[in-house]
């Protein structure tokens, strides 16, 4: 548990997806109250850290975890892999990663051919971004990234959801910068996986407070509807079945091949541990 969470602001907050203040507890774990919304079943962190809190919490960035080349050395393989997945689907333009951190996916993609912009809280990420690698970064949340709307043919927010407080105006201002024709790309813990049931609270999602709400497909359905999104069913739907307990072994085999094949690891099918979802303009 982060000490500088403890020391931290918080606030009370309500459903992020319905703004229902009525909710189910689940559990508390080092201070942090952990609910379930009674109206859309929406799993969240209650008391979370202020607005301003929040910044300060994220400012040092990866430096908060781990060195900029440990942290480089980990993630570069996961972020080829998700820059192919994006390929599969979408021809290179331009892309936005929202949350970049020291800014490798983009460098990754931008190696790749792609035109890439990047956007995150942290001062001390942003700076490594810009003085190791030259990118073309904003400090800032999705609302820094560019005035200009439809900007962007890809957006994509690897591991973020989780961390922001206001996940309907995000992808809202999302819906705004992307190309009618354009996808925005999200991966995030799936809340109902079997994993997660398995380890309750001592699920790495639950971790040390930087995660404040956590997602199920049927939740994130109710976000992508409530941005003006919806699933693009001929890209996302591929790599995940929806909890359909009839499917048969030959179609189930068949998606566990094309979620290694798209993300280059193996998942429980049924109730992946990560949710991968790729959505379009309604």
Known sequence: MSELWKQLPKELTACALCGTTR??????????????????GLVYLRNRLTADAHKAFYAPGVARWTTHEEYEAEKYDHFVKLAGAVERIMPRGRLLDVGCGIGLFIKIAGDRGWSVHGCDISPADIEYARKHWHLDVSLGDIRQASPLAESFDVITMWDFLEHVHDPVACLQEAHRLMRPAGRIFMLTGNVESEQAQREGKNWAFFGDGSHVVFYSLNTMRRLLALAGLSEDRAAGQKYYADGQPNLGRRVVNALKRLALRYLGRNTDISTPTDLFVVAKKE
């Open 23 to 40: 909710y189910k507890p689940l559990f508390e774990k080092d201070g942090r109250e952990f609910a379930r919304c009674v109206g859309c």
